[in-house]
């Protein structure tokens, strides 16, 4: 059962109107702060400001969602399934290490960042899917997030062998696939995730569907609330 911390200090914004996906700069992350921000359809990313690292507060309009019922699986990620086995939270720190690794392009997982998601998974919000490879039984891909209700926030993925991440994308779908209005927030629809059917919606019908998504239980991989 996930642990309610103690509720922020900060009043955040309402992104309902705001002009840019920006919507405002500052405060911190602590585990209320970060929790009261998603629940607000909000999410942090740092961003870097005349070469100061300051803490930066979105909403993209329009938002990318992975509708559950319109996932693409083609062929050869059908074949690929067969080459891994997916576990959920045995190998958190791995995961987001591997999604902040410093050779990747537009990295943007701080240390800052990453302390606070290993809190808020410690506490039991944020959750890893991984695909673990069958030949060699190595972490081969996977993705994490943050799980409040029906809502599941993906917040970054990555792969060593090919299709791995997709793998745990398609096991994190049937995951959430039980019945309960669930809603897959990936904030940006890259090309990448497009293909596997993500697509953008108004600012305004996200804040719609979140407020529906947080009336519903966890789901129960995940733990009950």
Do not use: N
């Amino acid at each position: 059962m996930p642990i309610e911390p103690e509720p922020t200090q900060w009043e955040l914004p309402d992104p309902m109107d705001a002009p840019d996906d920006l919507v405002g700069v500052g405060a911190d992350l602590a585990p209320g702060t970060v929790l009261a921000a998603y629940r607000s359809g909000l999410f942090p990313m740092p961003l870097d400001a005349d070469g100061e690292t300051l803490l930066g507060w979105w909403s993209p309009h329009p938002r990318g969602i992975l509708p559950l019922d319109e996932l693409r699986v083609s062929r050869s990620l059908r074949r690929s399934l067969r080459r891994f086995d997916v576990r959920t939270d045995t190998a958190f720190e791995a995961v987001i290490d591997a999604c902040g690794d410093l050779r990747r392009d537009g990295r943007w997982i701080s240390p800052t960042i990453r302390a606070a998601y290993v809190d808020l998974h410690r506490r039991g919000w944020v959750h890893s899917v991984e695909a673990w490879s069958r030949d060699d039984g190595a972490l081969a891909g996977g993705l994490y997030g943050v799980a409040i209700g029906g809502l599941f926030a993906g917040e970054s993925m990555f792969h060593r062998r090919p299709d791995a991440s997709k793998v745990a994308l398609v096991a994190l779908v049937d995951l959430l696939s039980d019945g309960c209005t669930r809603l897959l927030d990936v904030q940006w629809t890259t090309e990448h995730l497009a293909s596997l059917g993500a697509r953008d919606i108004p600012r305004a019908d996200y804040l719609h569907k979140l407020a529906e998504a947080l009336r519903q239980p966890l789901p129960a991989v995940f733990g009950d609330e």
